[in-house]
């Protein structure tokens, strides 16, 4: 079987995996990091978005040896030991999470789409268009916008003062 | 109380794991040893299984077994069950066929399963899956509950001649009918409630593991309620003894209901796991998952409403035709009969109702209770109905409500629900408030300017949740009580657990319950523990489904601690000297009366643990526990206001503003009931504007098994909610509450498609209300 090495939340990680394992596959059974879900089997519903080299991914959609030699970042990634990432802090804030299932992705989905399009002009018709792949079933997302709006003035707050 | 306490927004505790991804669902839950199932299942709708050749498969790598309906017949194992019985209206009882785990002789749907594959990865047992060489011949199917009615019609059980389960009644059928020939108007409506698929996001799964040296059995299981899995697989399915057999609900991805059931394939997993002498676990792929978990809704239904002069409703006549699918479930029987027809009532006045209610077996999946169960259905029917009759006959719409609103409580219903509160007009009043009802006319018209055409919904709801009580439950045909338990302990140290049947799947409990005791014992959230989920710790439960967590699971924690405290007194007022009646409690503290002496509850449970200065006759410790059954269900109740602005071009429909005022009775954590609200409003508008589940008329195909085809509401497709509370405590339990978890999906569905009517004019739109289906009502 194949090795794949790659760089996970800055660890520098290897195993051995068949061809058509996944990453998302790769980074729950391989590697123990069962934050990463997987909701289903079309890559809709964004349960599975990790970041590869700093860019949302579907992990559901990307085999592992593909992800060989990237740095990939996952949900148990984003905190600094006790401190939250603020797309976390602002998920509990705002109660963006009920079942928790695919907050990972959305956490995740969240961050990239403050990375992309964040800022002052960062609005919520925009976070509600950009989170089109990913699905949630519980909280309908009037409280996950919430928290991305909320993250984003926080992040680029943050950044500006950088 | 501080800032913990009850009707405070409290962040939850349990979201730290949840974020951090730190969580354990079912498949995240490691074991050494552990096999993969895969399911081989039916490609038809309806055939008979001649023969399966699993020698191929056997043979291929890592794979353990095969396993096949007949195993499963040889070992004796039994028919999964549905747990309430229902007469037709001639005394006899309902027709049920059996429910095999496995299909030994025949398929009735597409995804029925017909053998499992168990080998040592996923990707063997889905190889070896598809080497297992079944032999069908194929048989007709009928997909249509109408047709599969007719003579000559595929049958599907033969306990059921012609496919008919029930026809089952309620109300007064005379008096109905006399009620319609005194009417001055008489209304009529056909409505069909779209079938939908529930899609919780966590896909259900189970790893079953089989412990030889204590000859037991542990099951982590995606289950809205273990103790009863745990008593369905023992004593029904006889898979393994219910004191040996440990049921585990760990954490758990959204049930909406679809987790309540236990399905062949957990059961399966737990006899293969003896079986194979290894642990065996299955995830469900979506596709599975659509293709197998319980789907909802599904009726058929005409629809009479007879008038008087003066427009108060005299009569309401009411057929109904319940898919079920190929096989009974669990509360198959009862979410279109006693969760249905005891809710057309509705918010109204009427004294003459009559309504049939007739159940077909389809060649279809499954379909059982989904958030609101019966309650989205008759909803529906009622307020289509109610604006259909205010067009009709030419009033306003909100003045036809409310002239019927039931004024006074209690109020006794004539189909079985006896209403203890509520403010219909307070209700409505909040709601034209916050929907700006007063400017939908100047809306209407700049709307116009840009080519749209804007429009407003109502509706009203009432809903039973809480399903209660026992005995009621029981003579209505109920096979299990509806009580909850509950215990509190609190430590040594003053810290506190509390074990609870009830089962959080994203409801929050591990905060709301712990609001409670730090409410009452003084102390922080933080220092609450909320054990549930697991009968090796819990004694039994009821899990959670129909809105009892908090009516009857929050209650059951309630009457525990009022124990706890019952005792602490006591022991205070030993401690302190001083008489148990004047000894109250206040912010945490055990005080006696008028002086400055008080005890913490800690102090009072360390001095319980060491015993070494209790009253007479007293034990030590301070743990108590509780049973609670309710009285009378609970009766939440709303009116949702749904604005939307269609393009008459394309048939796109926008909600604009969607404004829900509910009376929850009294709130734990405002926080937490708005979440429920807004994601059971989601799901009502997915049912209103995007889902369906879709057979293929004639081969029984599922043309909608993918989020491809299955269209789900993404958050560019639903608003930021307005929402408003109107409050009326509930009377019929101790701490006022009513529920709140599927009033969003009961509320919302006909308010949506009364404002896509309102905007185009045209009433001629059926669920889901797609772009395509809206232009032809437009354009005709
Ligand atoms: S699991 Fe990857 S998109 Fe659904
Ligand atoms: S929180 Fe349950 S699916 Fe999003």
């Known amino acids: ?162 | 109380m501080g800032a913990d306490g009850l009707g405070q927004r409290v962040l939850r505790k349990e979201d730290r794991r949840f974020i951090t991804g730190k969580s354990r669902y079912t498949d995240d839950i490691a074991v050494a040893r552990a096999t993969h199932a895969v399911f081989v299942r039916s490609p038809y709708a309806h055939a008979r299984i001649r023969n399966i050749d699993a020698s191929e498969a056997l043979a291929m790598p890592g794979v353990h077994a095969v396993l096949t309906g007949k195993d499963f017949a040889e070992d004796k194992l039994g028919s999964l069950i549905c747990g309430w019985m229902i007469h037709s209206k001639d005394g006899t009882p309902m027709k049920v066929g059996a429910h095999p785990s496995i299909a030994a002789d025949t398929v009735k749907h597409v995804g029925d399963q017909v053998a499992v594959v168990i080998a040592d990865t996923r990707e063997q047992a889905r190889d070896a899956a598809e080497k297992v060489a079944v032999d069908y011949e194929e048989l007709p199917a009928v997909i249509d509950p109408v047709k599969a009615m007719e003579p000559g019609a595929p049958q599907i059980h033969p306990e059921a001649p012609n496919n008919h389960i029930f026809t089952w009644p309620i109300g007064d059928e005379a008096a109905t009918d006399a009620a319609f020939k005194d009417a001055a108007h008489v209304v009529k409506i056909d409505v069909v409630n779209n079938r939908l698929i529930p899609n919780a996001i966590e896909p259900r799964a189970a790893l079953a593991v089989y412990d030889e040296a204590e000859e037991s059995y542990t099951l982590y299981n995606t289950t809205q309620n273990p103790h009863v899995a745990r008593l369905v697989l023992s004593a029904f399915v006889g898979v393994a003894p219910e004191h040996k057999l440990r049921v585990v609900g760990p954490d758990v991805g959204g049930g909406f209901g679809s987790k309540i059931y236990v399905y062949p394939e957990e059961t399966v997993c737990l006899w293969a796991s003896k079986k194979v002498g290894r642990p065996v676990r299955w995830t469900a792929e979506r596709t599975e998952s659509f293709l197998t978990d319980a789907h909802a809704r599904d009726h058929v239904t005409h629809a009479e409403m007879a008038f008087d002069a003066d427009h108060r409703i005299i009569g309401f006549k009411v057929n109904t035709i319940a898919n079920i699918g190929a096989y009974m479930q669990i509360f198959s029987s009862v979410t279109p009969t006693y969760l249905y027809g005891t809710l057309l009532s509705g918010q109204y006045d009427m004294k003459n109702i009559y309504c049939e209610v007739t159940a077909v077996y389809t060649n279809t999946n499954c379909v059982d209770a989904y958030r609101g169960a019966g309650r989205p259905e008759a909803t529906y029917l009622l307020e289509r109905l109610i604006e259909k009759a205010a067009r009709e006959m030419g009033v306003d719409r909100v003045e036809l409500r409310r002239k019927n609103f039931i004024k006074s409580f209690p109020h006794q219903t004539p189909v079985i629900m006896n209403y203890d509160s509520g403010d219909f007009d307070a209700l409505i009043e909040k709601a034209l408030e916050l929907a700006d009802y007063k400017g939908l006319p100047a809306r209407k018209e700049e709307a116009k300017t840009r080519g749209k055409l804007r429009g407003l919904g109502f509706s009203t709801y009432i809903e039973a949740c809480g399903l209660a009580p026992s005995a009621a439950v029981g003579s209505l045909g109920a096979g299990v009580g509806q009580w909850e338990s509950a215990e509190v302990r609190v430590n040594p140290t003053g810290n506190v657990e509390v074990l609870t049947g009830s089962h959080s799947h994203g409801q929050g409990h591990e905060t709301v319950f712990a609001q409670l005791i730090a409410d009452r014992l003084g102390i922080g959230v933080e220092n609450v523990q909320i054990v549930h989920g697991d009968t090796d710790k819990v004694q039994f439960g009821m899990g959670t489904y129909g809105s009892r967590s908090g009516p009857v699971g929050l209650n059951a924690i309630h009457k525990a601690l009022e124990k706890v405290e019952a005792k602490a007194k006591k022991i205070a007022a030993h401690l302190m000297e001083a008489a148990e009646d004047d000894i109250v409690i206040e912010g945490g503290k055990l005080k006696v009366a008028g002086t400055d002496k008080e005890l913490s509850f800690g102090e009072v449970s360390l001095a319980a643990y060491t015993a070494h200065n209790l009253p007479q006759g007293i034990e030590p410790g301070l743990k108590e526990g509780a049973f609670y059954d309710p009285i009378n269900f609970t009766f939440p109740s709303g009116c949702h206001v749904c604005e939307v602005e269609v393009d008459p071009d394309t048939g796109h429909t926008e909600i604009v503003k969607f404004t829900a005022v509910d009376d929850f009775g009294n709130i734990m954590n405002p926080m937490i009931v708005e979440g429920q609200v807004h994601g059971g409003l989601t799901q009502g508008i997915g049912q209103a504007m995007f889902e369906g589940c879709i057979y293929d008329k004639e081969t029984g195909q599922l043309l909608t098994g993918s989020y491809m085809d299955y269209c789900m509401p993404r958050a560019a497709d639903v608003p930021s909610y307005t929402l408003g509370h109107s409050t009326t405590v509930c009377p019929s339990n101790p701490l006022g509450l009513k529920g709140c978890g599927e009033a969003g999906a009961i509320g919302s569905p006909p308010s949506v498609i009364n404002a896509i009517i309102d905007a185009t004019g045209s009433d001629n739109i059926a669920m889901p209300a797609t772009p395509e289906r809206v232009w032809r009502a437009i354009h005709g």
Do not use: W
């Open chain 1, 1 to 162: 079987m194949p090795k794949v090495t790659m760089s996970v939340n800055g660890r520098q990680v290897s195993g051995e995996c068949e061809d058509r394992t996944l990453l998302v596959h790769f980074l729950r059974e391989n590697l123990g990091l069962t934050g990463t879900h997987v909701g289903c089997d079309t890559s809709q519903c964004g349960a599975c978005v990790v970041h590869v080299d700093g860019l949302a991914v579907k992990s559901c959609t990307m085999l592992a040896a593909q992800a060989d030699g990237s740095n990939v970042t996952t949900i148990e990634g984003l905190a600094k030991g006790d401190e939250l990432h603020p797309m976390q802090a602002a998920f509990r804030e705002h109660h963006g999470l009920q079942c928790g299932f695919c907050t990972p992705g959305m956490i995740m989905a969240g961050i990239d789409i403050v990375n992309r399009k964040g800022g002052p002009n960062l609005d919520e018709k925009t976070v509600r268009e950009e989170l089109e792949g990913n699905i949630c079933r519980c909280t309908g997302y009037h409280n996950i916008v919430k928290a991305i709006l909320d993250a984003n003035a926080k992040m680029s707050g943050a950044q500006a003062a950088e």
